[in-house]
Every structure is written in C-alpha cells, then in structure tokens.
C-alpha cells in the first residue's frame, strides 16, 4: 500500500466528499482549511477555488456559523463546520451541545443534524491555555454527539468519510501534530466504521489505550520499551461515541495491565471514564492498579519546559507503563 | 384593518386565532389542576401576528420557534390534540413526551427544531435558509423570537451572516412589551436593549427593518406578504418587529385566566374584570379580528359565534385525547439519542 503523510491523505478525503456528494459544503476559513496554521494549510486553497460556492469562509462568528450548519444540516445538506482551534468551540458551546446534540432527541426522532464540526485540539507547542483545550470529555457529556479523534493517515480519512455519511451531529477531533506523520493509505474510498477501535500495535505484557496524537507517542514509547523486552499493545478507541469497550476490554484481560493515554484534563477526562468502565467490568482481571497519563490539572503555561512538564510526554507515559508492570 | 384576503380565507385565519386562545386557555386550567409539570409560557395576545404571518407562507417553507411555540403550530395547523399530550408528556404527543412545551416540535409542517434557550433558534434560521439557497428550492425560512433574543450574541452574528450572504429568511420578533414597562413614556420596549428601536439592531447589519402593529392582522398579513415576496425574489433577509401588549394572563411567571373568552366580549365587555378591562377592549387581538370581521360585513355576529364553538368542541376532544394517552413506556427514555 502507497504511504503518504496524515495531510494529504485528510485534504484527499476532502477532495473526495466534495466530490462525491453535492451536499457537503464546507465552511472554513479557506486560507487555513481544515490544517489550521500548519505550513501545509496553502494546500487547501486548490480546493477552495474549485469548489467555490460549497467552501465558504465565514466571519468570525464561532456561534453562528456551528448554528449555521446545524441548521442546514436540518435542511438536507451535510455541512463540515470548520471551528478550527478546539478552544474555540466554547464559543459555540450552546450551539454545540445545547441545539444540536438535543435535536434528535427532543424531537422524538423527528429531525437529523448530520453536521460535523472539526476542531483541532491538544497541545501544539506554545498554544497557551486559551488555544490548548481538549474538549472531548466535556463534549462526551452532552449525549447525542458523535466523537471522533483520528491517529493516523488511514484513519483520518476513513473515519471523514464516516463523518459527513452518518446521521448524527459529529465532532471530529484532529491534531496539528500528527499532519506530518506518514503511513498507508488505500487508494479506494475505504469508510471505517464509528465504534471500531483499532489495535495499533499488538502486544502481550500491558495495554495502552490511546486517542489521537497520543496513540504515535505511545507507539514510539512502545517501540522503545521493546529493546528491554518490554512488549506494549496499543489500542486506539478512534471513537469515544460510539464506543468499542469491547475491543478495549478484551486487549485489558489478555494483558491483565493497562495505562490509559489522552490529553483531556486528569479529573473527570476521558481516562477517568475508561479506567472507571474497566475497573467495573475488568477488576478481577487486573494485575495491577489502572494507570492515567493526562495533561494536569492546570491551565496550560506557555513557557515551553512548563508545557512539556505538563503534557503526557513520552517520559511519563514511560514512567506509567513501569509502574503497570511493577 | 382587515388583511387584503376572500371570505374563506378570513374566516380560517379566524378559525385559527380562536383555536390558539381556547387551546391555552384550557392549558392553563389543565395545569392549574396539576395535569403537567415545569414552566410554560402562552401565546395569548399575539394571534394577529402568528396567524396571518404565517398564512403567508408555502407548504415547503422553514419554521422555527421557541418555547412560546404553541400558537405557531397551532396557525400553521398543528393538531391540537397532539399538541396538548405533548405538553402533557404523553406517548401520543408529537415528540413522544420528550420536548414537552418548551421543544414541540413537527417537522412535516416545516418546523425542524424548537429550542427554549433564548435566541438559540436564530443561527439555525441561517442554516435551513443557506441549504434552500444552495439547492435553489425557493424556499424561505422564518425565524419566530421574542424581543429579548435580540440581547443574546447568537443574533447579530447571524443578521450578519444572513446579510453578508442573502439569506432567503423572515426573523419576525415578536415584542410583546408595547407599553409594558415603558408604559409612562409610551415606549415599546419590554428589554434591556440600547439598540432602541429595536429594528436599529438589523439595520446596522443592513437588513431591512419595519415595525408593524401586532395586533392589527391587516397591517402584519400586509407587512409580511410583501417581505416574503421580496425574500423570494433573492433581495435577502427581511426583518419585522411586531408589537403586541401583553396579555394580563401572562404577567406573573405562571399564566392565570382572567376572564374566559368568548366572541361576545367583542362588543360588551361588562363580564371583564376592571383590571384588565383596557386589554380585553383595545389591546386582545382576537376580538378587534372579530369586530373588524363584523365591521366589514365579512360575517355575522352569530357566524362567528359558530366558529367558536366549533373550536371549543375541538379543544374538548383535544383534552379528552390527550388526557387518554398513556405516558411513554420508560424504556423510550434511552431511544433516539442517535438517528
């Protein structure tokens, strides 16, 4: 299979939706385009100019233009909502989750918001603690949303496909810095289905469960780990709504260890609620206490050191998987 | 003054505005005898605005409201009997018991979504009217809110969208404050707003603004009509104040009858307690529809006399079906998270 890196396999699943489905408008700031300051953004602009009247870019408007889309979504499109940094969705917080996580549901089943709104979440290196949010723990408790936080070239654009086909409003998730990873990527319109996790690299000694960009951390932590005879399964949800605790449980009880790796805060993050499904359903298989590397709980510092210090870093995503195994 | 309509024509918008007081003032009585929980809110005073507004409108076009939601459904012919085992949680009703007052909703009748969060509708209005222009369907959307939506941010960041791209919708705001607190002044303000009048708020996003008397069916079926005509035409959004007075039944937070309504109050209103009396003769919509209706030799006093009973034999059958109706099975309360 052809490798290419994680930004051109999401701008050809772009291409592709817009291609496919007359539907799909995306509104976007077209001169970031879904790659928010990356230095491949320019890379959008070819298809902002071939699809003009179905790539719009919108005022600053967060509230709005997600009202917007949810809106039109109603009305029979499938818009892509582009808020672009995550924190940035607080903006359109009771559009979000108040309006379109509720619609379907309060209607009684009457009305369908096939929206998704993308969002690039984490932290990237400087964001400070108004542009590092990750927001989907919170997003998580407003029933009613898809969640979707892709990890690498092949799922970025499988799990897009997904998103503008399905029903229901979606948050898709990315991360700046997974744009320049490489991998395979099928040629053909591969969808990958909501609510299959993906084992992304098979082991026997301890679980590590992983979402987005902390899926390729652990996986260089893996990787090294190995030269000590350490041997890590990665397990990456890549959807948290729906969720396949199945695949993640079954992975739990085959190593009977598990650290669980996101970068919501600690408290009441993603990695509370999996460590809190797992000790319900897997105690008595645990060999040893479930282990969480999160971001802390702290705004996020600027100060580089002070980020790193902070972050679920390679060291201490290390230092957990020691103590797993101890 | 009457609107520019035939005799059938104004004896349905008739028909529809009786249906909208009857249907709420039984609501009312139904939970004052403790028939449903939670806070409501009623439409009683502003017939002539929704009523003949939404006549306006073609059978494709949007809606969207909110949680005072009851008269726009009812005038654009929402079963009543449905309606009410919404409001009060039963299987029968047109969400299954899970939106109640604040979110009924029926989406074969164009409304897609009733939200109760203060202007949380407005962006929405944006978005069905941008997909009917991308598939250049024709149709327009109306955007229904009362003044205080005004005060949220969700509403000059849509008006600018709206404009900026020529949206095909109708925001009508309704303000039913005309001589609430203002009252010493004559001022038409229920809110706290600084864009004074309100049609200044639009204006500056350069959407074109009127006010109209809400309570004259004539003046708003006028005013209306030409916006979506206009709106059709591809000119953009269109924005319309209308001004009611607010009932007296709806002054405290929890709506009480003062005076049942009957189409004979039109020309005597000895039966109308004194406070309220001014409303019930200059400000109640309904009644200067009747009397102009009579005025203009449209119909007799009996006529009309039979229309009403005809819908309080409605409204009956509507409590009588909604009262039946079992309450959802609990297992339901997990179903239609997801489509």
């Given at each position: 299979m052809r490798e290419i890196a994680y930004y051109e396999a999401k701008l050809e699943a772009l291409r592709e939706i817009l291609a496919a489905d007359e539907r799909v408008h995306l509104i976007t700031d077209t001169t970031t385009g879904f790659l928010g300051l990356s230095p491949q953004r320019t890379r959008f602009r070819e298809i902002a100019e071939r699809y003009p009247e179905r790539v719009i870019s919108p005022p600053i408007s967060e509230l709005a233009s997600c009202g917007l889309g949810i809106g039109a979504a109603m009305a029979g499109l499938r818009p892509v909502v582009d808020v672009v940094t995550a924190s940035f969705i607080f903006e359109a917080w009771p559009q979000v989750v108040n309006e379109a996580a509720n619609a379907f549901y309060m209607s009684g089943g009457q009305t369908r918001a096939p929206v998704v709104f993308h969002v690039l979440h984490g932290l990237r290196g400087g964001g400070a603690a108004q542009h590092s949010h990750s927001p989907q723990a919170m997003l998580w408790n407003a029933p009613g949303l898809e969640i979707v936080l892709p990890s690498s070239p092949r799922d970025v654009k499988g799990l897009l496909k997904t998103a503008v086909s399905t029903d229901n409003p979606t948050v898709f998730l990315d991360h700046g810095?997974?744009?320049?990873v490489r991998g395979p990527v099928p040629e053909n319109d591969e969808r990958i289905p909501f609510g299959q996790a993906d084992i992304k690299r098979k082991g026997k000694d301890v679980t590590v469960i992983a979402t987005s960009y902390m899926v390729q951390r652990s996986l260089t932590v893996a990787d090294r780990l190995a030269s000590e005879g350490i041997d890590v399964e990665v397990v990456d949800p890549?959807?948290?709504?729906?969720?396949?605790?199945a695949t993640l449980l079954a992975s739990v009880e085959k190593t009977r260890r598990v650290v669980i790796v996101d970068e919501c805060r600690q408290s009441c993050g993603v990695a509370a609620e999996l460590a809190a499904r797992i000790a319900e359903a897997g105690f008595d298989k645990l060999k040893a206490p479930v282990r969480r590397v999160t971001t802390l709980d702290v705004p996020v510092p600027f100060s580089r050191p002070l980020e790193d210090f902070i972050s679920p870093s390679e060291a201490r995503i290390t230092e957990a998987i020691r103590a797993a195994l101890r | 003054m009457l609107p520019t309509l035939n005799r059938e024509q104004l004896m349905d918008l008739c028909r529809r505005m009786f249906r909208i007081r009857h249907f709420e003032e039984k609501l009312i009585l139904l939970h004052t005898e403790g028939r449903f929980s939670g806070h409501y809110h009623v439409y009683i005073g502003q017939e002539a605005t929704g009523v003949p507004a939404l006549s306006c409108l073609g059978p494709d076009d949007y809606l969207f409201t909110t949680h005072r939601n009851h008269g726009h459904l009812l005038a654009r012919g929402a079963d009543p009997a449905r309606l009410l085992a919404e409001i009060l949680g039963r299987r029968d009703g047109y969400n299954k018991g899970k939106g109640g007052t604040f979110h009924t909703n029926v989406s074969a009748l164009g409304f897609f979504h009733t939200s109760a969060v203060v202007a949380g509708i407005i962006p929405l209005a944006g978005g069905a009217a941008y997909a009917a222009k991308a598939k250049k369907s024709g149709q327009i959307t109306v955007c229904l809110f009362g003044d205080g939506a005004l005060e949220e941010g969700a509403a000059p960041e849509s008006f600018n969208i709206a404009s900026l791209w020529k949206l095909p919708v109708l925001y009508l705001c309704e303000n039913n404050g005309k001589y609430g607190r203002g009252r010493a002044v004559g001022a038409v303000r229920s809110s706290t707003m600084a864009a004074y009048p309100l049609t200044d708020l639009p204006a500056a996003y350069k959407i074109p603004a009127q006010q109209v008397d809400g309570v004259d069916a004539g003046a708003v079926h006028g005013a209306v009509s030409e916006a979506v005509k206009k709106i059709r035409q591809g000119e953009g959004p269109q924005f319309i104040e209308a001004q009611t007075v607010r009932w007296p039944g709806s002054e405290s937070n929890w709506p009480v009858v003062p005076v049942p309504t009957d189409v004979s109050l039109a020309w005597d209103s000895s039966a109308v307690p004194e406070a309220v009396k001014e409303w019930y003769r200059e400000s109640d919509p309904v009644l200067t529809f009747v009397r102009e209706l009579v005025e203009g030799k449209v119909a007799t006093r009996e006529e009309i006399g039979q229309v009403e009973e005809k819908v309080r034999e409605e409204i009956a059958r509507a409590v009588e079906f909604a009262l039946a109706s079992p309450y959802p099975e609990l297992e339901t309360a997990l179903r239609d998270v997801f489509a």
């Open positions: 810095l997974l744009f320049d890549r959807t948290l709504v729906p969720l396949d605790f | -």
